[in-house]
């Protein structure tokens, strides 16, 4: 008789495995993770992704305001004047890029001669739009100011000479009116549509996120830096330091949050750098307290004890041996504190005191469009506010998530699979 070898797989029981294996359960958290990492990549991937390349989605067409979503116009783009500022990908990721064109919306055109003419979109019925003409040469070159353009009329195959950074080039005219066809005359789709300046929806909403995120990411790491250093001093030395730092957390405590957040803000200026402080400054309180509580128990475990005996410095007992076992705790008002400075940072970009124009902000969006809800536009306002309420949403998501899988009494009848 022949006996197999049966392979057992060992798989790791750490407390951080049974938590993530416990968090994996959970579908809505799962979901709401889903959306913050979609939105996270939106955020990183920033300007290589959307439809308006310019910095912050800035480009401004006024005769296209408050077009419907979905809504597609011819746009002629006419080779700018200048030389282009090379510009790497990941530059162009962060910042954007400067577009070499500059685009004019087209309801119609035609070409006579040398030129082409093109009637300005205005979206009026007749549309009755402004006659624009360009010659041919100067859409599809940046040809400098003052360059001579001259015609050779008596050749059959029209062609003419351009001079151009003291290059010598010809081309005939039925060839440059295929490029311009072929190339200058686009059809741009706006999915969400524009805003009251004509700019693209759907790219300022996604380069808000990445405004949202790292207004509620950096508030986050200085709250908890300063929660996590207060609340373990005060926890682990007590008396008179503990006295004072909760003297602290009382009156910070008292304040209305956003009230005092306005008010560092006022003081600081108007940006998104000092929303950054004013956010992180007003939300290391809930962090301080409950680290403060935590290392106040732990402070009596025997392996404390054992430090102190072994004559064990303080800050390396706080650092290395307590603070370790209260980021369980740390981690879930984390989630909850992101949320909470994503509300905040919307709720001071729609007052006027976050980001300022014309930065892409959820908050200022709402404000701006926000007398539309009445009418049939509401939409306008409605999407940002939709986003806002979606991240948020995720995060808390998260947040709960956390809290019951770190949870290690609570019962768990269903195998960790």
């Not at 401004?60 to 419907?68: F, T, V, Y």
């Not at 001093?233 to 008396?239: D, I, M, S, V």
């Not at 003081?267 to 004013?278: H, M, N």
């Not at 709960?400 to 269903?414: E, F």
């Amino acid at each position: 008789m022949i006996f197999k070898k049966k392979h057992i797989s060992t798989e790791s029981n750490s407390l951080s495995a049974l938590t993530w294996k416990r968090f994996k359960r959970n579908k809505l958290a799962m979901f709401g993770l889903g959306i913050i990492i979609f939105c996270a990549l939106i955020s990183i991937l920033g300007y290589v992704i959307t439809p308006d390349e310019t910095p912050y989605a800035n480009d401004q067409k006024p005769e296209l305001h408050i077009l419907h979503p979905g809504f597609q116009v011819k746009m002629l783009l006419v080779k700018r004047n200048e030389n282009p500022v090379p510009v790497s990908f990941f530059e162009k990721m962060l910042f954007g890029e400067k577009s070499s064109f500059t685009s004019y919306s087209s309801f119609a055109y035609h070409f006579k001669s040398d030129s082409i003419y093109v009637e300005e979109f205005t979206g009026n019925s007749p549309n009755k739009g402004e006659m624009l003409r360009f010659n041919i040469a100067q859409v599809v070159y940046a040809i400098e100011p003052g360059t001579k353009i001259t015609y050779d009329t008596i050749k059959k195959e029209c062609q003419f000479y351009l001079f151009n950074q003291n290059r010598l080039s010809h081309e005939s005219l039925g060839d440059l009116r295929s490029k311009i066809s072929a190339n200058h005359l686009v059809n741009k789709t706006f999915v969400l549509g524009t805003d009251l300046l004509g700019r693209d929806l759907l790219s300022r909403l996604m380069i808000g996120t990445r405004i949202s995120l790292t207004v509620g990411l950096i508030s986050v790491i200085i709250s908890i830096f300063i929660g996590i250093l207060l609340g373990s001093l005060a926890g682990y030395f007590r008396g008179l330091v503990d006295d004072l730092i909760m003297w602290l957390i009382n009156v910070v405590w008292s304040i209305p949050t956003l009230l005092l957040v306005i008010a560092i803000t006022l003081v600081l200026g108007k940006g998104v750098t000092q929303v950054f402080i004013a956010v992180g400054l007003t939300m290391w309180v809930e962090v301080a307290r409950i680290v403060r509580g935590q290392v106040m128990s732990i402070r009596e475990k025997e392996f404390v004890e054992a430090g102190r005996a072994l004559g064990y410095q303080n800050s390396r007992i706080i650092f290395r041996h307590i603070l370790p076992n209260v980021l369980g705790p740390v981690v879930v008002i984390a989630a909850g504190n992101f949320a909470s400075a994503i509300l905040m940072e919307a709720g001071l970009s729609f007052l006027g005191l976050g980001a300022q124009p014309p930065i892409p902000s959820w908050g200022e969006m709402t404000n701006a469009h926000h007398g539309y809800i009445l009418m049939d536009k509401a939409y306008l306002a409605f999407i940002p506010g939709m986003a806002i309420m979606l991240l948020v949403l995720a995060f808390m998501l998260v947040g709960n998530g956390l809290r019951d899988a770190m949870d290690t009494r609570a019962i768990d009848d269903k195998p960790l699979v």
